[in-house]
């Protein structure tokens, strides 16, 4: 996937509360109102004209010109945390601008601390993995978990496993099942492999045969790769019966992901 796919795939994402569910038809206001208001510095038509410009609706695409409208409405005496965002993701993949990891980890904090959740996400990222900034185990776990306490699913796994880990928060095997639980509940498959494993060995929840082939199997359905390899094995080596592995496929069978 190119660097260009991945930025307006993120961009997206982030943003769809602004383009609407239909991006063939986002719930933005008319170029000309957007270009007027933005040459009077209105920092929230920037951002929006940067959108149209990003994902080329109803004006040419145009990278270097997203760029530019975002940071005038990052920069803006009132800025536009979705902007700083924005910006931050332009950085972060050279789109539009010369790539900087700096400039990205700086504009990702500025959304941040603005409460723009998605930036919270990126921000422990940049935290985790030294991007931008140094490596920060403990601001990466701080980040992630603001980001699940708002309901980001990604981050509801990610900070599962660091506390599964202990790394940068006090290994807690609870919690960790807990966070697991949540992302698995919403469907996320591997968050499902993760919470079953917890279930096979007894840490954080009772052990349970029958729920960790349940949720394994759901990982499976879901298209974890290493979730299909263990359900193949798992009631050979822990000696289920027939019934259990039944009961274990008709709750997989009944599961239904929650909002």
């Not at 769809?16 to 920092?43: C, H, I, M, N, W």
């Not at 920069?75 to 931050?88: I, S």
Request: charged residues 20%; aromatic residues 10%; hydrophobic residues 40%.
């Amino acid at each position: 996937m190119s660097k260009k796919t991945t930025f307006t795939s993120a961009l997206i994402a982030a943003l769809s509360f602004t383009l609407g569910s239909a991006y063939a038809q986002p719930s933005l206001p008319p170029v000309e109102q957007l270009q007027a208001a933005a040459k009077k510095r209105d920092a929230t038509a920037q951002y929006q004209l940067g959108l149209r410009h990003q994902l080329g609706l109803d004006v040419p695409q145009d990278s270097k010109e997203a760029a530019k409208l975002f940071r005038s409405a990052a920069d803006a005496r009132n800025p536009v945390p979705e902007a700083q965002l924005a910006l931050g993701f332009a950085y972060a993949n050279g789109d539009g601008l010369t790539a900087n990891d700096k400039e990205a980890f700086k504009y990702f904090s500025k959304a941040a601390e603005a409460g723009n959740v998605d930036a919270m996400f990126r921000l422990a990222y940049c935290y985790e993995k030294g991007i931008g900034t140094k490596p920060d185990a403990a601001e990466a776990a701080n980040y992630y978990l603001k980001a699940a306490e708002k309901g980001t699913l990604e981050a509801q796994f990610v900070i599962g496993r660091l506390y599964y880990a202990g790394a940068g928060v006090p290994q807690n095997y609870a919690e960790a099942a807990k966070w697991y639980r949540k992302a698995a509940d919403r469907g996320l498959a591997t968050a499902q492999y993760a919470l079953g494993n917890l279930y096979t060995t007894g840490q954080g929840v009772p052990r349970d045969y029958v729920e960790a082939y349940k949720w394994v199997a759901i990982a499976t359905a879901g298209g974890n790769v290493d979730a299909s390899k263990r359900r193949d094995n798992l009631a050979t080596l822990y000696r289920m019966t027939p019934a259990q592995v039944a009961d274990a496929e008709k709750r997989a069978a009944g599961f239904k992901p929650v909002n």
